[in-house]
């Protein structure tokens, strides 16, 4: 796996650069960034910073239809906790882009279920696995 710090940035503003040897196209970068977001803590970061950057020209591009809905699947459902995914809803949902609504709901339900695992799974772990 690359180091999130060099080749994930590299990658992801490889393919918004035009002046890149291999041109990414428009609708493979949609998947980039998604990609990026699910590598973990740092690629989400990443992900998110890279799309703050560019987020005007982004939402230009994407407007609506599937790759609009991948991009934002990618940037809330890879999120972590509920409050990671809460913070790019609320980003989407203050600047009222049109047609997201049922996407980012579905992200917020996604991770909340993640998380209601996450929390079965430990309870299960520790009396599998008791910490003495």
Partial sequence: MPKINSDWKDLIHGSYQPSHS?????????????????????????????????AASLL????????????LQGLVGHQATEGEARMVVD???????????????????????RARNRVRMEEVAEILFPQS
Avoid: M
Avoid at 97 to 112: D, F, H, N, P, W
């Fill in 91 to 113: 980003w989407f949902r203050a600047r009222r882009v049109e047609g997201v609504e049922r996407t980012l709901a579905q992200g917020l339900e996604e991770v909340a279920a």
């Fill in 60 to 71: 230009l591009q994407y407007t609506s239809g599937s790759l609009l809905k991948c991009l």
């Fill in 22 to 54: 291999v041109p990414c196209r428009s609708q493979d970068r949609v998947f980039i960034i998604s990609g990026v977001c699910a590598s973990g803590l740092e690629g989400r970061a990443v992900a998110w910073t890279f799309f703050l950057e560019h």
